[in-house]
C-alpha cells in the first residue's frame, strides 16, 4: 500500500519561506504523478502544484511566481516563498490523485 508523510508545516510571518516535503514508499514519486494541495477550514481541498513523471510541472495562479514543486529522491518537494495569511492551510500530498499524505499544518501570521 502507498503511504505518503508531509513534514516542513509551521507557523511564519507574511512573505517568510517554508520548505514541505513528503517521502512516498517505494518508487511512487519517481513513478507517478505528485502533486500538493491544500485545504483551509470551511474549504473544498484545492490543488497548489503538480509534478509529473516527467518532470513536468503545473501551479496554481494563486501560487505561480512563488511555489516551487521538484522532486529529491523519494521525497517531492514544494518551495513556499513570499508567503501570504491566504496560504494558511493543510497541505496534502497526493500520488496519482489516488494516494494522500495525513498533511501539514502551515500558518501565515499577519
Known amino acids: 500500500q502507498v503511504h505518503l508523510a508531509e513534514s516542513g508545516g509551521g507557523l511564519v510571518q507574511t512573505g517568510g519561506s517554508l520548505r514541505l516535503s513528503c517521502v512516498g514508499s517505494?518508487?511512487?514519486?519517481?513513478?507517478?504523478?505528485m502533486a500538493w494541495y491544500r485545504q483551509a477550514p470551511g474549504k473544498q481541498r484545492e490543488f497548489v502544484a503538480r509534478i509529473r513523471s516527467s518532470g513536468t510541472t503545473s501551479y496554481a495562479d494563486s501560487v505561480k511566481g512563488r511555489f516551487t514543486i521538484s522532486r529529491d529522491g523519494v521525497k517531492v518537494v514544494l518551495q513556499m516563498n513570499s508567503l501570504k495569511p491566504e496560504c494558511t492551510a493543510v497541505y496534502y500530498c497526493s500520488s496519482g490523485s489516488t494516494f494522500w499524505g495525513q498533511g501539514t499544518q502551515v500558518t501565515v501570521s499577519s
Open positions: 517505494g518508487s511512487v514519486v519517481s513513478t507517478t504523478t
